[in-house]
């Protein structure tokens, strides 16, 4: 059984940090690329950041660039993201997902699996 689990969010206050861990098991991911997705109260889901099968190339919503980054270790079948500078906008269930393909998808539909979410609250 194929599973992503998503750990680390919690409640902060803005201007703090959070590291966010994505474990995958049942399989391994090295040649997919990963992605956080974040949905906020009352809005669609959206893409935070992604990262290609090898780490070499990332990419950021502009909403977050500059605070967030986003990483992976194959060997330990792992994606990270770490958030720094956090905003109140920046609540929401944050998941991560994997790609049927190496390089980023253009589309969420493009993605084979997804965790169930962690919760992060930024309070002002």
């Known amino acids: 059984q194929v599973e992503l689990v998503e750990s680390g969010g919690k409640a902060v206050r803005a201007g703090g940090s959070l590291r966010l861990s994505c474990a995958a098991s049942?399989?391994?991911?090295?040649?997919?690329?990963m992605s956080w997705f974040r949905q906020a109260p009352g809005k669609e889901r959206e893409i935070v950041a992604a990262?290609?099968?090898?780490?070499?190339?990332?990419y950021y919503a502009d909403s977050v660039k500059g605070r967030f980054t986003i990483s992976r270790d194959n060997a330990k079948n792992t994606l990270y993201l770490q958030m720094n500078s956090l905003k109140p906008e920046d609540t929401g269930v944050y998941f991560c997902?994997?790609?049927?393909?190496?390089?980023?998808?253009?589309?969420?539909?493009?993605?084979?699996?997804w965790g169930q979410g962690t919760q992060v609250a930024v309070s002002s």
């Open positions: 990262v290609t099968w090898d780490g070499g190339f990332t």
């Open positions: 997902a994997a790609a049927r393909r190496a390089w980023i998808p253009a589309t969420s539909s493009e993605y084979m699996y």
């Open positions: 049942g399989r391994t991911f090295d040649n997919s690329a």
